[in-house]
Each structure stands twice: as structure tokens, then as C-alpha cells.
């Protein structure tokens, strides 16, 4: 699986980016994952024509000490459509620059 990796988190700093994904993020059943959806604006010709497959949504693994984001975009409602796939340099990009603007709003200097 392709990833994007924040490792060596100290613990304080996971307590203050949970407290934010908890708030501002859809939580999965499974503990420490959660779903980012995509912007509208970042789907792909394909991902937009599927209307039964939205919403589209990065999953990210918090754990005490790293974060690991998925660059498979997903839907919900499949487990298998053509509209998922690995993200496009440009959804890529923008996950990218989400998590980093998050860690520099709480002040996590990794």
C-alpha cells in the first residue's frame, strides 16, 4: 500500500491530533482510523460520474507515535469500482498539504 508517513510523534502531540481528527474528522469502527473526504473539486472525471459511490475519502491511521495516510482514494458504499484508485498527484498534493497545515495549526513540528 502507498502511504504518506509522519513517524516519531511524541505522545502530547498524538493527544492534540486526536482531539482534532475526533472533532473534524469521520471516525471508522476500527479504533485510530479515520475517513477525510475528498473535495468535490479534487475527484477525477471518473469519481465525479459515480454519484452511487460518494463520497470519496483518504483513510488515516493515527497511532501514538506516527500517522499513516492512505493515498487509495475509497468510497463507502463499494469495495470494488473502477472510481477507486490510488490518488492522482493532485488529490496526493492536497492530503499532503491538509495533514501538514494541521500539524503546523497545532503546533507539532515533526
Known amino acids: 500500500m502507498k502511504q504518506y508517513v509522519i513517524d516519531e510523534l511524541r505522545f502530547e502531540d498524538y493527544e492534540k491530533i486526536k482531539t482534532y481528527f475526533d472533532d473534524y474528522f469521520e471516525a471508522s469502527e476500527i479504533k485510530g482510523i ?25 483513510a488515516v491511521d493515527l497511532e501514538p507515535d506516527k500517522i499513516s495516510c492512505e493515498l487509495l482514494v475509497r468510497t463507502v458504499n463499494r469495495i470494488r469500482c473502477d472510481c477507486i484508485r ?25
Request: glycine share 0%.
Open 34 to 58: 479515520y475517513w477525510i473526504h475528498l473535495d468535490p473539486e479534487n475527484l477525477t472525471e471518473i469519481q465525479a460520474s459515480h454519484e452511487e459511490c460518494k463520497p470519496f475519502y483518504i
Open 86 to 110: 490510488y490518488a492522482t498527484e493532485s488529490q496526493r498534493n492536497w492530503m499532503i498539504r491538509m495533514i501538514d497545515a494541521i500539524l503546523e495549526k497545532l503546533e507539532v513540528h515533526v
